[in-house]
């Protein structure tokens, strides 16, 4: 696999797990790995995407597989115009009272805003 696509697809899976609060090490106990550097190396783009882990990967954040292996995904179809920097980003948060709950849903929130504030997203 070309480095520049691997690069593109690694950057998409990241995008994808950190939009939706997942960690590595979940994505990778979902993927059957035995450990989840098996699944950090497709993030660092050290590794190929296997089409069963891409399939697995698209039904669970529900989206198309292109997207994953796309050069230019789209996240969740939610960017709209708004904010300063050309887009915004609508992110469904589940509450039940918790502390724990809360607290998780703050951090996964600021992790994408740092990443909108660099562009990454």
Do not use: W
């Not at 069963?52 to 960017?79: C, F, H, M, R, W």
Request: net charge negative; no cysteine; proline share 1%.
């Amino acid at each position: 696999m070309e480095k520049e696509l691997k690069s593109h697809i690694a950057e998409n899976l990241r995008k994808h797990r950190v939009l939706r609060g997942y960690t590595q090490e979940y994505i990778a106990e979902f993927l059957g790995k035995k450990d989840y550097t098996a699944y950090s190396r497709y993030e660092q783009g050290r590794s190929n995407l296997k089409m069963e882990d891409a399939i697995k990967l698209a039904e669970l954040y529900q989206v198309d597989v292109q997207d994953l292996i796309s050069v230019s995904p789209t996240i969740a179809g939610n960017i709209e115009g708004g904010s300063s920097n050309g887009h915004h980003i609508s992110v469904l948060v589940e509450l039940d009272g918790s502390n724990e709950k809360l607290e998780n849903n703050i951090k996964r929130l600021k992790k994408i805003n740092e990443l909108m504030s660099k562009e990454e997203l």
